[in-house]
């Protein structure tokens, strides 16, 4: 049985974006472009609507690449428990206030028993200083935390 990967939205957008001039982020393009090439025919891909509407903004032709890339994906509902499990990460502190949307991935990914949420985004998903408060926060609650991971970290490991 394949595991299963909610890669939220910094990885559909790092994956069809121009080549950045940054250095670190053409790197982590790179990484993505790699995992999805060679890596994710390993794994069960979920997304959800959120992804898919957080995609849909902007530049009209990065728009069109990242929907051309999510619908070939199924999409997780976004449910009640999903939504309360969020509002508990904020109002519980585990997250700040304004990370109501990152909130929602890690909930999502949470409810649907996601064994990786993979991301780029170190502020307030993939933060070693926060895991620690989100795991105690989705424990108390009923619901584990899948591995918080960026592509890099999946871009081995044959068994």
Known sequence: MKQRVYPETTIVSYL????????????????????WEERRGHFEIYVSQLVSDEAGRGDVEAVRKRQEVLKAIVSLAVTED??????????????????????????VAAVNGMDFLMTWNCRHIANMELLPAIRRTLERHGYELPWVCTPEELLGGER
């Open 16 to 35: 069809t974006a121009r080549p950045s001039r940054d250095l670190i982020l053409a790197a982590h393009q790179e990484v993505t472009r790699q995992w």
């Open 82 to 107: 999903a939504i309360a499990l969020a509002s508990r990460l904020t109002e519980e502190h585990a997250l700040p206030s304004e990370a109501g949307a990152d909130a929602l991935h890690i909930a």
